[in-house]
């Protein structure tokens, strides 16, 4: 934890879950209360085998994609993995890994008027090959 109270690296993993839960059921409010309206969210999708780079903007992509969900065109999968990994709180910064069906996020949030938010995630679709150790 870095020196961050349970009550901070709690708060980071409430942020990094709203995220997540947010995409899963729909609910762009959980987005609205942690993500930053400056963040940038880019990442790598595969098909075919073969990665492709893109950009998600605040708040149009995220709310068409939370739309879209809302409205069942896309669908969260039964049992989909729902997994935050902090790795490391700090008084203004910190750092998670969430795991979720679409692939792996790595975010960095910062303290923004006392509270954790959003600022930077970093992601890619499930690896085609099996991660070094």
């Not at 709690?10 to 959980?30: K, N, Q």
């Not at 809302?70 to 049992?79: A, D, Q, S």
Request: hydrophobic share 45%; charged share 20%; proline share 5%.
């Amino acid at each position: 934890m870095a020196g961050a109270t349970a009550r901070e690296h709690e708060a980071v993993r409430r942020a990094a879950l709203d995220y997540i839960d947010g995409f899963y059921t729909g609910d762009s409010t959980l987005h609205l209360r942690s993500i930053s309206p400056a963040v940038r969210k880019y990442g790598y999708s595969h098909e075919d085998g073969a990665y492709a780079a893109m950009a998600m903007e605040f708040p149009a992509g995220f709310m068409n994609f939370t739309r879209a969900v809302r409205e069942g065109r896309i669908r969260t999968p039964e049992g989909a993995p729902r997994e935050v990994i902090i790795h490391e709180v700090l008084d203004q910064t910190a750092s998670a890994k969430v795991v979720a069906w679409w692939g792996i996020d790595y975010l960095h949030l910062a303290r923004e008027n006392g509270r954790w938010m959003i600022v930077n995630i970093l992601w890619q679709s499930p690896p085609l090959t099996a991660p070094a150790s």
